[in-house]
């Protein structure tokens, strides 16, 4: 089926979503929708999926003009989508889910559950997906529930499949396969949209490439076009992707960890006798797919977890027991890896942001009070030195873009006297610029000789900066490696596998 | 306006309690003036047809409405506008009296029936402002208004230093009760609404079973239970002379106000308070001790409920008090706080509102007959409208005001995330 999309225009009050857009996905093909965070790119597949109304512009599907009132209707019409997070519920069985919504009864509205089973069963066959109807979705590893996803589109005779950032939560292995089914799914004639803004999936898998900017398009590409040209169009300026950085020279042992484990509340180990140490003056990158145990060990330095075996020092000075407060004063940065959730106080104003944790004591509170005056001055400096896009220092918050929330987390966790920076995530969802900067600065505290972890799921930004790199995989330490080992090592590690050559 | 950051996989048990709750409050308190003011007149035009509906008058001449329409029309609009002038004149300013200072008084009982109400409302705002629902303001004014009676009938001080010992037992009664509620929930993640509701079942037994016994609260040779009369040396001394019902707590509340704007806005300790009840995760990640934060609050909470049993038992009802003393400001402090959307001075203008209608409620009663109980309800209806605002903006043709909160995934119903 042929979708094409002409002069789409979705205003929000002032914002101006999307302008204009013309997108034409011929049968059979994969048409990536290359763009930034905040591009428009989701607003734009929402409205094809009826989840919003267009202002201006119409929807064609076979040169036949659509109008979707919900997504009960763009389904109908045969466009089926593949949300970033899966719509499922995780108590059902796979076959329950994907009959959700048009669920066929028997005699007396008994649930026809066979068919379901049946309809599963034989979409699963034909691309080789191997999903059982009857498996709760909730146990499934998170690559089989995104095959369920599409089990769902394909069940209610999708044409039209829509992609939405569907790598973020893959590891590299479930990526290729991932790849390997949306070829597969052209070759039967369908068409697919694949949002994405990984430079690195597009070229792989495209057939025509669209990039989308500030609302608009700005271009298109064919899948033959350099990593540089296609970001250069994203951000409408050429960008380093590489970080420039000097040899590492790296002190004395600083951060030690020693036989940590993390229990969580269920009483599963989800950090596993992990040891490591880090050196004063580089950058130990953790890398790892989401999920296996990053974020409780960065919690667990932090004081933030409440069950923990064994020990952290931090230049001799044992962590382990401090309360959080306490491992902030011992001069620990602490990047958190869900800004919004953890990092920042959205409704709160960029200057009273900035002095988050530190509201018991001088500079920015005397007596009891807090003193505005310093406040402001703090952060009318940071929001420059930090390049703080924003009206004022008074903007709450929430209404920054992610890039300059994490600028305003960065200002705050490196204007204290730092021993150590944890940074976890630290350029997830956030502009292209806004990476460069945040690179520069990781790598600016190394060369002042201060240790600094980053945890990143994305290998780009491993590869970039570490100058180790410990790969984890179900709460344990794969390995620690060099800052230069391939990438396809490191992929398998990723998945728990030891290469041969990589030491314990 | 792309999808943001994958649902993050934390395990800490401070996301599991953070309550729903929390967005309905931030809704309220992120509100804007205009919503309020809107609601307010929807509020008196629904009133305003229930008035009518009840005047007899109106209903009369409805039998003959075919024939005759003016009859109705007229008589809709003498029930409607007598009615809200008797509760303007009521409540603020009386232009049938001759003489400036007679006027005036309606106003001033409304500033003394408002008294208690911002007190009270600053009490449960400022733990809405943490996060919190603090529903047992009945129980806190119920403890602080035994408290500061005992003292007030049976301590013989000297005049002033009576008044403060008074004052400050009620507070400190309020406070500790508020204080239990705020313990339990740091120390073992009870949830405070059902906390605050059956402690307020606890105090008003307790309080009533001490004014039944005689030797604990019960007034001597009396067998209703109620307290002895307060002792002159610790009642609230009229502000404006003996002519007016005004009285010093007024004083008093207007320096709770600035104290709580104080605390709430230039105070670190406030800092935190806000931090918490914004985003009780980015606190704790920032080094904040949030389970202590909640007892703070609470403690400065139900003191401020304390301080409005004390307004009460020292100067609106100073002869004695029974364990109806609380007269439901507990609960109208909950509407207070959410008119005055958690702000202080918001708290304030909305109790001296509430308070206008209370005082301008009784006299369209006796001079229009038209029954208090439309008053209650235009209040409930207030805060009905300001509890929906998508009603409100679509009866006023008002844009959208949910798009500065950018919802990247939109929810599709029947449908959930899985993991």
Redesign the interface.
């Known amino acids: 089926m042929q979708l094409e999309l002409r002069g789409i225009t979705k205003r ?2 002032a ?1 101006t ?1 999307n302008d204009h857009i013309d997108l034409v996905v011929a049968p059979g093909e994969i048409h990536c929708l290359l ?9 734009l597949m ?1 409205v094809l999926y009826g ?2 109304q267009a202002d201006e512009g119409e929807i064609l599907l076979d040169g036949a003009v659509q109008h979707f009132d919900g ?1 009960g209707d763009a389904m109908r019409s045969g466009i089926g989508m593949v ?8 108590v059902f069985t796979v076959a329950e889910n994907v009959m ?2 048009h669920e066929q009864t028997s005699f007396g509205g008994r649930l026809d559950l066979d068919a379901a089973r049946k309809r599963v069963r034989e979409i699963s066959d034909r691309f080789g997906f191997s999903v059982d109807p009857d498996a709760i ?2 146990d499934l590893p ?1 690559g089989v ?1 995104q095959r369920v996803e599409i089990i769902k589109a394909l069940s209610r005779d999708a044409r039209v499949l829509v992609f ?2 569907p790598t ?2 893959l590891t590299p292995q479930e990526t290729d396969e991932l790849m390997a089914i949306m070829r597969q799914l052209r070759d039967e004639g369908t068409s697919i949209v694949f ?1 994405t ?1 990984k430079l690195r999936e597009v070229r792989e898998v495209a057939d025509r490439i669209t990039v989308i900017r500030l609302g608009k398009v700005v271009g298109e590409a064919a899948p033959t076009a350099s990593n540089s040209d296609l970001a250069a169009l994203m951000v409408g300026r050429a960008v380093e992707l590489v970080v420039q950085k000097q040899q590492a020279r790296p002190g004395p042992a600083s951060l030690v960890v020693e036989n940590l484990d993390v229990i ?3 009483g599963l180990k ?1 950090v596993n006798d992990v040891s490591f140490t880090v050196h004063e003056g580089e950058i130990l990158a953790i890398a790892g797919v ?2 296996n145990g990053q ?2 060990l960065t ?1 667990a330095i ?1 004081g ?3 069950r923990v075996n064994g020990r952290v020092s931090l230049g001799g000075q044992v962590l382990t027991g401090l ?3 306490r ?3 011992a001069g620990v940065g ?1 990047v ?3 800004r ?9 104003t960029i200057a ?1 942001n900035l ?3 530190r ?2 004591s001088e500079p ?2 005397a007596r ?3 003193r ?1 005056e310093h406040l402001d001055g703090f952060a009318e400096e940071k929001k420059k030195e930090f390049d703080i896009r924003a009206q004022s220092i008074s903007t709450p918050a929430g ?1 920054l873009s ?1 890039g300059n929330q994490q600028k305003v987390v960065l200002a705050r966790e490196m204007s204290r006297d730092l021993r150590l920076l944890i940074a976890a ?1 630290p350029t ?2 956030i502009d292209v610029g806004s990476i460069e900067f945040v690179h520069k600065r990781m790598v600016e505290t190394r060369d002042a000789g201060i240790p600094v972890i980053v945890v990143s799921t994305e290998l780009d930004e491993v590869v970039a900066l570490a100058d180790r790199i410990a790969v984890m995989y179900r709460g344990s330490i794969v390995g620690i490696v060099p800052g230069d080992t391939p990438r396809d090592v490191l992929g398998l590690m990723m998945a728990g596998e030891r290469p041969s050559e990589v030491a314990a | ?13 401070q ?2 309690d953070q309550p729903r709750a929390n967005a309905i409050l ?1 809704e309220i308190v ?1 509100g804007n003036v205009l919503i309020t003011v809107l609601a307010v007149l929807l509020a008196l035009l629904i009133g305003g047809v229930l008035i009518a509906l009840t005047n007899e008058d109106v209903q009369t001449a409805a039998g003959y409405f075919f024939s005759r329409p003016q009859d109705t029309l007229l008589a809709v609009w003498n029930a409607v506008s007598g009615a809200y002038v008797a509760l303007f004149q009521g409540s603020i300013y009386n232009f049938r009296r001759d003489d400036f200072l007679t006027a005036i008084r309606p106003l001033t009982d409304t500033l003394t029936y408002a008294a208690p109400l911002i007190v009270a409302g600053l009490g449960v705002g400022l733990a809405f402002r943490v996060g919190m629902f603090n529903i047992g303001g009945r129980g806190q004014m119920l403890i602080a208004a035994a408290a500061a009676g005992w003292v007030g009938f049976s301590f013989h001080l000297p005049w002033g230093i009576h008044l403060i010992v008074a004052v400050i037992a009620g507070i400190v009664g309020g406070a500790l009760w508020a204080g239990i509620v705020g313990l339990l929930k740091a120390r073992t993640g009870a949830h405070e609404v059902i906390l605050t509701i059956m402690l307020n079942y606890v105090a008003f037994y307790l309080v009533a079973y001490m004014l039944r016994t005689p030797g604990l609260l019960q007034a001597p040779d009396q067998v209703n239970p109620k307290s002895p009369p307060m002792l002159e040396t610790a009642i609230f001394p009229p502000l404006l002379g003996p002519a007016y019902k005004l009285h010093v707590g007024f004083i008093i509340v207007i320096l709770a106000t600035v104290f709580v704007w104080w605390l709430l806005n ?4 406030g ?2 308070f ?2 918490v009840g ?2 009780p ?9 949030v389970k202590n934060i909640y007892v703070y609050a609470m403690l400065v909470s139900g003191g401020l409920l304390g301080l409005a049993g004390v307004m009460q038992v020292l100067g609106t009802v100073p002869t004695g008090f029974s364990s109806g003393i609380d007269a439901g400001i507990g609960f109208d402090a909950i509407t207070v706080a959410l008119l005055g959307r958690s702000k202080p001075w918001g708290i304030f203008a909305a109790g001296v509102l509430f308070g206008a209608f209370k005082a301008g409620g009784y006299a369209m009663q006796a001079s229009q007959g038209v029954p208090v109980d439309v008053v209650t309800i235009v209040q409930s209806l207030i805060v009905l409208f300001i509890a929906a605002p998508p009603l409100v903006r679509a009866i006023f043709f008002l ?1 959208d005001g949910s ?2 909160r ?1 919802r ?3 929810i ?1 119903t ?6």
Do not use: C, W
Not at chain 1, 35 to 43: D, Q, Y
Not at chain 2, 281 to 289: E, K, L, P, S, T
């Open positions: 929000f009050g914002l979503a763009g930034e965070n905040g591009a428009g790119k989701s607003t929402n989840l919003y997504p949300h970033q997070h899966f719509m499922l519920i995780p959700l919504g979705v909730g998170v529930q939405d950032e973020a939560v949002i803004h969580d509340p269920n989800v989401q999920g974020t409780e919690e932090m933030l977890q409440p309360s959080v407060r491992v902030l004063d602490f958190p890896e869900d919004t959730e953890d990092g920042l106080v959205a409704e709160m009273e002095m988050l944790d509201s018991h920015f509170v009891g009070s807090l505005l209404r992610g995530q997830r969802g | 306006m792309s999808g943001g950051t994958p649902a993050p996989a934390t395990t800490t048990e996301t599991a931030k992120n230039r105070s670190s300790l800092f935190r806000r931090a914004e985003n995760n980015a606190a704790r990640v920032a080094g904040m001790d844009p798009r500065r950018r990247t995934t939109p599709v029947k449908e959930v995330e899985a993991k």
